[in-house]
């Protein structure tokens, strides 16, 4: 039987409600169901061993540490929480005990590229399938491109790019969308599902579905709200804003200031305990169920809990059409999601925008206008509130058929681009081509650090940032790497530069020291070879406090002689207080050369493979 | 050979006392015995220490001899001392070395039981390794699985009988012998004081004790009876296939949960109701590997599928049948009346109160009984 391919896919937990948990989830269901491969999911924002990681019939490893000293170092900043999440520091592990023939790694750029430098990278089949959503495009994406062999990027904006300035060999695979999860429901089904919402059947609902995140456009679109409002004061509409109320923009306070009435804004509801949903006016963070009648069990959505598929294609079928105005953005799932709906789709056009305005797409673009994003001066698209409205109007006075014509080829569109068989086809062509890992050689050689560089003084702060990683780290960061992020954000709240290259250099003296030569004089200063012994106890407990009988003899023998003890931390339990040992130690390698032991000590005992196999061992000079 | 036996051969050295500093930890009693009830490390954690308890503990009180519990943070529900990691080892030590006996898996406890001469009921669990200088007859070795005993983990430490432990500290203790009914197995969910109803029939029931009132309608279907026992009181539903979507929504606030009963080719579909109507539900199975994971995809967008224990019963084989006995704290109600189990029900060897009897085995073990056989402990009263 030819050996299956075992594929490492490191990205969101499938079961997770964000992009690209719901793109994990649909490409590893699709290739678990053929039966051909042996799938091992790292999944991005779940702890180590959740038991919701069981709930997959293939093997799922969660990142974030649960306890010890990962835990409080996941914990210590924002943007080292950021890199556990996305299981930057899970990464090698799951290598090593994986040994994966195939490597996709899918997620923003900065959540992925650390992989691209390990040893592993390029003797294995791998892939970065990542999300490219800005012009210039990310500079470490671009710069990295040549050694990723197979560069994946989600929307054909970041590969037209990518190709303009040379790098062809980087294509567009979409996140795949789970097709039969979102259909057009019959009027009457549809009139239903207003009915028990109470949304009267002839109000013109408008819908957006997004993650409350600085680069959804909520303001223009309030403003767009605004705008078609004033202009039909008789218009029965609602704005349905399907999102989490508690991050992001804080909508309540943006509908003040735009003059939307917050009772024409609808959202979603989803109740913790029966699990049902609601859609009705804001009226809090935590609301009573009125179906189960639970207290405050009822939140708005979020990516950590959430409706169903189910239910959120109700949810698109109670709208009259769909409005997505945005920065910039990888993929924007819910645009698809709303199309296979039969919705007419507003779309700004630019980013992954701009494949979704082919004619093809079938969605009436937006118009937007240029600025720059404050810090990457990335281009950003601020979508223009009259054009929303217009466009809004021109849907609102399209014939009923027109519409429903529309949607069914902007429907079918989606089916042929984003459906989970076309994108998974894709894949397996891939996968199949590729040959089965190659793990010899990966290990890499201990580069030494220089605690003691100059650094030259640099004004802006990412560049000296990078001079001292470069420096005394020795080694070379991207501007999206966590590390460099976290200290930028020092400096940024006051931790002086002078404190940061301390820490730096300490760092560098501590890893040097883990892997440099052991210096003896520091240890045994004051004493002269003839007059010490030295006893190995690298054990368990047990055997450290047996070696305290034997530790007692030699002291009988030599009274005289200071005996110096190498062990583990876990021995200051049983040797704290023992007045016969001079000094207890942790070892270094050093103390396991018999050479270097003749040379420093009178005698020295090995009780390190202590033992029935009476593979100890004892060296007298 | 010991190692430091073979240390000493080696090197020429006798080895000499050992050096360990001791730290004072005040007690009010001075007659007292030591169980190393708690270990992080799961393979010297030892899960029937209740059952050796509830044997010694009455003898021992009459001679007014005190129990000390040495564990990491869990306290049982007994009234002795507890000495947690807030205790340092020079506190445990100066503990040990006042103790009438040390009993447990620690080889690091027992080291300092035997350089202090206390007497010892030494679990072994550790054979790799022969560091401990207990002497042989203070050991009770786990080793080996034993005849008729189900070790419901796979740690050699559960191998060893409750009863032997038991009858161990009561002989170095007080030299005194004692018999006691064996134990052969008991069950993960023994503990659960669960009414499982076969609905073949509907009834009030009079339930002062507030247990989990539990709807087999996987061995017996009948949503008409189903329907009428909703009525009367709130449930929890097994099933292993749809039920009536009118009962569902009628009988919805009457419904505690649904265990929704994954077997072989499941259809996934009843889920959606479920969901629909907001119905608590888990899934639960007893399929295992390929067959279970074929079925967890599609139940990927619900919820995790837990998986439910059977138990073979090797254990029984070759037993006095006569002799062995099992407890529960379940109760099985057909036809209106209580049964301790599935068989019993079947029949009809009914039992007043059944939580506080003993009962016999039937005399054909079935799948079913299986099933149901890890909410049972079970003895026996033969001396093997």
């Excluded at chain 1, 974030?64 to 996305?86: T, V």
Aim: glycine content about 4%; some cysteine.
């Amino acid at each position: 039987m030819v050996k299956k391919k075992k594929i490492l896919f490191h990205s969101d937990f499938a079961l997770s409600k964000t992009g690209f948990g719901r793109n994990t989830k649909a490409i590893l269901s699709y290739l678990y169901n053929t039966g051909k491969y042996e799938l091992v999911c790292l999944a991005g924002g779940i702890a180590k061993n959740h038991s919701e990681t069981e709930r997959t019939p293939w093997k799922t490893y969660g990142v974030i540490p649960n306890s010890g000293k990962e835990a409080a170092d996941c914990n210590s900043s924002q943007d080292r929480g950021r890199l556990y999440s996305y299981g930057a520091f899970e990464l090698d592990n799951v290598i090593n005990i994986e040994k994966p023939d195939i490597y996709i790694g899918v997620q923003d750029f900065w959540g992925v590229d650390y992989s691209i430098n390990k040893s592993w990278f390029n003797k294995i089949n791998s892939v970065i399938w990542t999300t490219l959503d800005s012009l210039p495009l990310l500079s470490t994406a671009v710069s990295e491109a040549p050694k990723i062999k197979n560069f994946w990027v989600w929307s054909d904006f970041a590969e037209k790019e990518m190709h303009r300035i040379g790098h062809k060999h980087v294509k567009t695979v979409h996140g795949a969308v789970e097709v039969s999860d979102f259909k057009i429901l019959s009027s009457e089904q549809k009139r239903s599902l207003r009915s028990k919402n109470n949304i009267e059947n002839e109000t013109y609902v408008i819908g957006f579905v997004f993650r409350n995140q600085l680069r959804k456009s909520v303001p223009n679109l309030l403003q767009g709200f605004k705008i078609l409002k004033d202009s039909n004061p008789n218009l029965k509409t609602k704005l349905l804003l399907h999102t989490n109320w508690q991050e992001g923009w804080n909508i309540q306070k943006i509908c003040g200031e735009s003059g939307v009435d917050i009772k024409d804004v609808l959202t979603t509801y989803v109740c913790k305990a029966c699990r049902g949903y609601e859609v009705k006016n804001f009226s809090g963070n935590e609301v009573t169920c009125s179906s189960c009648k639970t207290e405050n069990s009822c939140t708005t959505t979020g990516t950590t809990f959430g409706i169903s598929e189910k239910q959120l294609n109700e949810v698109y079928n109670m709208m009259d059409v769909y409005c997505h105005p945005f920065t910039s953005g990888g993929q924007e799932i819910p645009i698809q999601e709303a199309k296979l709906t039969g919705l007419i789709t507003l779309v700004t056009n630019y980013s992954c925008g701009e494949d979704m305005c082919q004619p093809e797409a079938h969605s009436l673009p937006l118009a937007w206008n240029e600025y720059r994003e404050f810090g990457t001066e990335f281009i950003k698209a601020s979508t223009n509130p009259q054009s929303i409205a217009d466009q809004l109007k021109k849907v609102l006075a399209m014939p009923l058929e027109e519409k429903a014509k529309i949607g069914k080829l902007a429907r079918k569109w989606t089916i042929d681009n984003f459906a989970t068989n076309v994108i998974c086809d894709k894949i397996q062509k891939f996968i199949d081509s590729c040959d089965y890992g190659n793990y010899e050689n990966t290990e890499k050689d201990y580069v030494e650090k220089n605690p003691y560089a100059q650094i030259p003084y640099v004004e802006d702060p990412a560049l000296w940032l990078k001079c001292l990683y470069s420096l005394i780290l020795k080694t070379d960061v991207t501007d999206a790497d966590g590390g460099l992020l976290h200290w930028i954000e020092k400096l940024k709240t006051g931790t002086s530069r002078q404190s940061i290259e301390s820490y730096f250099r300490e760092v560098a003296t501590k890893d040097n020291d883990k892997h440099k030569e052991f210096k003896i004089e520091e240890l045994f200063s004051g004493s002269n070879p003839e007059d010490r012994i030295f006893v190995s106890i690298d054990s368990n407990l047990e055997n450290i406090f047996l070696s305290t009988k034997i530790i007692s003899s030699i002291k009988e023998k030599y009274p005289d002689k200071k005996i110096f003890v190498g062990s583990t931390e876990s021995c200051q339990a049983v040797f704290s207080g023992n007045t016969m040992i001079e000094s207890a130690i942790i070892k270094s390698k050093e103390f396991e050369d018999p050479e270097f032991l003749k040379n420093n000590f009178f005698e020295s005992y090995c009780l390190d493979s202590f033992c029935i196999n009476n593979n100890h061992s004892l060296l007298i000079k | 050979m010991n190692l430091l036996k073979s240390f000493a051969s080696t090197t020429g050295l006798q080895p000499s006392k050992s050096y360990l500093y001791e730290k004072l930890y005040p007690l009010d009693f001075d007659r007292y015995i030591i169980l190393d009830t708690q270990s992080s490390n799961g393979n010297f954690h030892y899960v029937f220490w209740f059952r050796v308890i509830e044997l010694i503990e009455p003898i021992l009180s009459k001679h007014g001899i005190n129990i000390v519990h040495f564990i990491e943070d869990k306290k049982y529900h007994f009234n002795h001392t507890y000495v947690d990691n807030s205790a340092q080892l020079s506190q445990r030590a100066y503990l040990i070395r006042k103790a009438l006996l040390f009993c447990g898996s620690s080889k690091l406890y027992s080291l300092i039981a035997s350089e202090n001469n206390i007497k010892q009921c030494f679990l072994k669990t550790d054979y790799s390794l022969d560091n401990t200088l207990v002497e042989d007859e203070e050991v009770i070795h786990s080793n080996k699985a034993r005849k008729h005993f189900l070790n419901p983990t796979s740690l050699k430490i559960n191998n060893i009988r409750p009863e032997e432990i038991a009858k161990k500290i009561l002989k170095t203790v007080l030299n005194e012998d004692h018999i006691f009914d064996n134990t052969l197995s008991i069950g993960k969910v023994y503990s659960a004081h669960n009414l499982e109803v076969i609905p073949d029939c509907t009834f009030k029931i009079n339930n002062n004790s507030k247990s989990e009132i539990v709807m087999r309608m996987d061995c017996f279907f009948s949503e008409e009876n189903l329907d009428t026992q909703l009525s009367f009181e709130s449930c929890a539903v097994v099933t292993n296939k749809a039920f009536n979507k009118n009962i569902l929504i009628n009988r919805k606030n009457k419904i505690k949960k649904i265990y929704f009963k994954v077997e072989k080719d499941s259809d996934a579909s009843f889920l959606d109701l479920l969901e629909e109507n907001k119905i608590n539900y888990d899934i639960i199975t007893t399929l295992s590997g390929p067959d279970l994971d074929k079925e967890k995809i599609k139940f990927i967008n619900y919820k995790k599928i837990n998986k439910l224990n059977s138990l073979s019963l090797g254990f029984l084989d070759e037993l006095d049948k006569s002799k062995v006995y099992f407890k529960t704290n379940k109760i099985v109600i057909k036809s209106g009346k209580t049964f301790a189990s599935k068989w019993h029900s079947k029949v009809l060897i009914n039992s007043p109160d059944v939580r506080n009897e003993s009962f016999k085995l039937p005399p054909v073990i079935d799948e079913s009984f299986k099933d149901e056989a890890d909410y049972f402990y079970f003895l026996t009263s033969e001396q093997i």
